[in-house]
C-alpha cells in the first residue's frame, strides 16, 4: 500500500524554531515528532550490554578499521547499545553484527558505484565463504564478514542460516543502488524510495540473533502476512532513522536518501511540512502493523510459538532503534537524551566529507565537534 499524498490530520502540525542568540546571530532547532508515543513494545535493554559489547568491540578493533579519530567516533555511536536494545537473548552476535553493518556503511557512503560493487562482491563472497582464507591484500570488510559468520553459522540452525544469507545479501546489493543514486544526483519518488530502502535500512538481516535458535518453516517464514509485517517493521524503523539522521546528512551533503529530502522534493513542501508528513505517514504504517497481527494465520502450537518470538522481535526493532537514536551519540551526540525531551535538536552547520579520506581513512563525523554552542535565551522568531 503506497503513501497517499495528502497530509491527513493524525498529529497537531509541529514546527521547528528559530532562537536569536545574544551576539545577534540566530540558530534554527529543528522539531523532532515523537513517533513512538502509542507503539505497545516497551523499551527493554539487555543486562549484559556493556560487559559483552566490550567483547565485540576488542574483536572489532583487531581490524583497525578507523584512524585513531574516526574510531573515536565511532565508538561514540555505541552500536552494542543499539544490540542490547533489540536483543534481550543473543547479545554478542548482535554486536558484531551490529559492527558489521556499520563499518559497511562508512565504508561504502563514500565510494561510486563501482567501488561499492567490488566492495559488496567481496562480503557476499566471505558470506557464502566463511571457511575461505581472504586474499592478502583484500578490503578489511571481507574478512570481518567472514570471522562474523563462521562464528554465527556454527549456533545457528539451519533455517535461519538460510534466511540470514539470504537477506544479507539482499541488504548489501541494495547498498549498491544507493551508490548509484549518490552517483547520479537521483532523488526517488517516495514509493520508490521506500521499495530501495526496505533493504538497505538492513532490517532483514538484523532479526537473525533474535531467529538463531528457531526452526520456523518455509510455509510459515515466508508467509505473505509475516513478510508484510517485516516490511512493516522496516518502513517503521526507516521513518525513525531518517527523522534522526536528517540533521547529520544535511551537515555531509548526504542528504539525497533520506525520506524528508524526498517528501519535500516530491510534494514542493518546506522541512516542517515533510517532518509532520512521516509522521503521519508513521502513525498509518503503525495501524497497518498491528492490523496485520490480527491476521496471522496458525501453523499448529509448536510453530505458532516460534513464529511469535519471531513477531516479537520484529515489533521490539522500531523500539530499539528510536531509543538508541536518542541515547548514542550517532547522530545527536551527548545531548540525545535532553533533545528527546525537547524534541528540539540544533541544526548542524554544513560540514561536507572530504571525499578524499576512504576506506581507513574514512572520516567518521563526531556530533559533538559539529553541534553550536548554546544559545541565549532570547527568542527573537518562531518560523516554519
Known amino acids: 500500500m503506497a503513501p497517499s499524498n495528502t497530509l491527513p490530520s493524525l498529529f497537531e502540525p509541529k514546527k521547528s524554531v528559530t532562537v536569536g542568540t545574544e551576539d545577534g546571530h540566530e540558530q534554527k532547532y529543528l522539531y523532532l515528532p515523537e513517533t513512538m508515543a502509542d507503539w505497545p513494545w516497551p523499551r527493554k535493554i539487555n543486562p549484559y550490554y556493556e560487559e559483552v559489547t566490550a567483547e565485540s568491540n576488542a574483536w572489532f578493533k583487531t581490524f583497525k578499521a578507523f584512524t585513531p579519530q574516526s574510531q ?33 556503511d562508512e565504508y561504502t557512503d563514500v565510494e561510486p558505484a563501482p567501488v561499492v560493487r567490488e566492495m559488496i562482491e567481496v562480503v557476499i563472497d566471505a558470506l557464502r565463504n566463511p571457511d575461505k582464507p581472504r586474499p592478502e591484500g583484500e578490503i578489511i570488510l571481507g574478512e570481518i564478514t567472514r570471522q562474523f559468520w ?3 553459522r556454527a549456533i ?3 533455517e535461519p542460516a538460510k534466511h540470514f544469507v539470504e ?45 538463531l535458535h528457531l526452526s520456523i518453516p518455509d510455509e510459515a517464514f515466508y508467509h505473505p502476512i509475516i513478510k508484510e509485517l517485516e516490511f512493516l517493521c522496516a518502513d517503521l524503523v526507516l521513518l525513525d532513522n531518517d527523522i534522526a539522521s536528517y540533521n547529520k546528512e544535511q551537515a555531509t551533503g548526504d542528504d ?29 504504517v503503525e495501524m497497518r502493523f498491528l492490523d496485520a497481527l490480527e491476521r496471522v494465520p496458525s501453523w499448529g502450537p ?36 535532553e533533545y528527546q525531551k525537547t524534541r528540539l535538536v540544533p541544526m548542524l552547520p554544513k560540514q561536507p566529507q572530504n571525499p578524499n579520506l576512504r576506506r581507513e581513512n574514512v572520516e567518521v563525523l563526531l ?16 518560523a516554519a
Open 72 to 104: 573515536y567516533a565511532y565508538d561514540k555511536c555505541d552500536f552494542g547499545r543499539l544490540a542490547s536494545l533489540s536483543y534481550p537473548d543473543a547479545l554478542r552476535i548482535g554486536v558484531d553484527l551490529m559492527n558489521l553493518v556499520f563499518i559497511i
Open 150 to 152: 563462521a562464528r554465527g
Open 156 to 158: 545457528a540452525t539451519l
Open 167 to 211: 537477506a544479507f545479501t539482499d541488504y548489501v546489493n541494495s547498498v549498491v543502488v544507493q551508490a548509484e543514486d549518490r552517483d547520479n544526483d537521483t532523488i526517488r519518488t517516495i514509493d520508490s524510495y521506500l521499495e530501495t530502502r526496505r533493504e538497505n535500512i538492513g532490517t532483514r538481516p538484523a532479526h537473525l540473533p533474535a531467529e
Open 256 to 284: 539525497r536518501h533520506n525520506i524528508l529530502t524526498i517528501a519535500m522534493h516530491q510534494f514542493n513542501m518546506s522541512l516542517d511540512s515533510a517532518i509532520n508528513w512521516v509522521a503521519n505517514h508513521h502513525k498509518e
Open 302 to 337: 509448536a510453530v505458532d510459538k516460534q513464529v511469535a518470538v519471531y513477531i516479537d522481535q520484529l515489533g521490539t526493532w522500531p523500539r530499539s532503534n528510536y531509543c538508541w537514536a536518542f541515547e548514542s551519540g550517532r547522530y545527536f551526540g551527548s545531548k540525545g537524551r
Open 367 to 382: 556530533v559533538d565537534e559539529q553541534m553550536p554552542m548554546p544559545v541565549g535565551l532570547a527568542v527573537t522568531a518562531v
